[in-house]
């Protein structure tokens, strides 16, 4: 099912080493190569529900570099401002899965294509036709000049009168809880829809009590204020009310992802005119279903796939 509407996201692609085991990573010997990165995923998430994904971003010239193009490029995605830079070699990350399905990711980034985008190649014609700017604080932790490629993106975004989604997904391997939060503050005046994590949101504010959530999304006039809870659901802070939903039961095997698939499914919802609690709904059914599948982005579902779930319709196979 296509969409009339579109989204445009910027940042980093990278190629993903999946182990074939569980466990500590020092004790895996074999990897599967997959493409992975926030905003990508997040790419893939709304073309897969239907919606026209354009995608911001540098890869290397080389054989990883073209993976990734060329994934993107297959998943109907806009790639038309992706472009590959000689020079720098494009980012890797391994992952560690624990039997339940948790883990850590190990990132090397080091001469990321990213360092080569400046402010100035962020250009308003890019920008046509969008109706939903998403961006992540992955991007941002990566250098520090690149919150003047966001400001740049913010400003434009404001003058276009373009809604602003913003998933902090917070990584503190990348960089400090301070440094983070310093540079959160000067985005959230600019965000519509926060996406976060309770647990990250606990850390950016150092507090995650009701009182606290309401002081922030009123200090900055955040008018959709998402927490995200993992097996215990998700909640909005729309007009002054919070909304609720329960999580869908699943037996995760990789949780590495849901997060960006949550945040395609709840912008896809919020792009169709669905009301809070059905945003919350359509979130945490596409999040369920990417923690059933190996892969930051394999699990990412069709809106056939993703409708059924939430409406625990069953089908016949044969």
Not at 236 to 258: H, I, M, Q, R, S
Not at 300 to 314: A, N
């Amino acid at each position: 099912m296509s969409s009339n509407f579109s989204i445009l996201t910027l940042g980093d692609g990278l190629i993903t080493m999946n182990p074939a085991d569980t466990g500590p990573l020092r004790f895996v010997t074999n990897f599967s190569r997959k493409v992975g990165g926030a905003e990508l995923n997040f790419a893939i998430g709304c073309s897969r529900l239907g919606l026209k994904s354009k995608w911001v971003s540098r890869l290397g010239n080389d054989e990883f570099g073209r993976v990734i193009y060329n994934f993107a490029r297959g998943e109907g995605i806009d790639v038309t401002n992706v472009e590959l830079m000689d020079g720098y070699p494009t980012s890797l990350n391994f992952k560690e899965i624990q039997e339940d399905g948790s883990g850590k990711t190990f990132y090397y980034r080091h001469q990321s294509p990213m360092l080569t985008m400046e402010p100035k190649d962020i250009t308003k014609d890019m920008f046509e036709g969008v109706d939903v700017i998403h961006l992540t604080g992955v991007f941002l932790s990566i250098n520090p000049k690149n919150i003047e490629i966001v400001k740049q993106v913010l400003e434009i975004a404001k003058e276009a009168g373009i809604p602003v989604s913003f998933d902090p997904n917070l990584r503190l391997k990348m960089w400090t809880i301070e440094e983070a939060r310093a540079t959160f503050m000067q985005i959230f005046p600019y965000v519509d829809i926060l996406l976060t994590g309770l647990d990250e949101i606990e850390l950016i504010l150092e507090d995650s009590s009701d009182e606290a959530l309401i002081d922030c999304a009123k200090r900055f006039q955040i008018n959709q204020f998402v927490i995200k809870d993992g097996a215990n659901g998700s909640r909005v802070l729309t007009d002054g009310t919070w909304y609720e939903k329960e999580a869908f039961k699943v037996n995760p095997v990789d949780t590495v992802g849901a997060g960006d698939g949550y945040d395609a499914g709840y912008i896809y919802a919020y792009l169709n005119g669905f009301s809070p609690q059905e945003r919350l709904e359509l979130a945490n059914g596409v999040g369920a279903l990417v923690t059933t599948v190996s892969g930051d982005n394999e699990g990412l579902p069709y809106l056939e796939e993703v409708l059924p779930f939430i409406r625990q319709e069953k089908g016949i196979e044969r």
